[in-house]
């Protein structure tokens, strides 16, 4: 009986842990509204990996996490607008001036 308890929780785990590590997102479809309200995941890690996508488009590859820091509290303040949540979040850096 304790060892089935035991494998049974290995499985959960172990299915839990490759459920997590499959998950990807098409960056250009999250809205603001998933980005604001945390649907998908934690916004200041989509606020880095957005910050790395305008960088490399610029080919600047040093990384200023003070100005990633107030960019991701500009956009988060803009998506938090109801009048914005349909915007995708790229057309909201785009609108706001912050991609370039």
């Known amino acids: 009986m304790h060892s089935k308890l035991i494998v049974s929780s ?6 839990a842990s490759s459920l997590h590590a499959q998950m ?10 998933q ?3 945390h649907k998908i995941g934690n916004p200041r890690m989509i606020a880095a990996w957005l ?4 960088n490399a488009k610029r080919n600047n590859l040093t990384i200023d996490l003070q100005n990633v820091e107030a960019t991701a509290e500009k956009i988060q303040f803009y998506c938090e607008n109801q009048n914005n949540w349909e915007v995708p979040v790229m057309q909201a850096i785009e609108r706001l001036g ?3």
């Open 24 to 33: 990807s997102l098409d960056v250009s479809k999250i809205t603001c509204d």
């Open 35 to 37: 980005f604001a309200h």
């Open 10 to 15: 290995l499985l959960i785990v172990a299915s």
């Open 51 to 54: 910050s790395g996508y305008y």
């Open 98 to 100: 912050t991609g370039k």
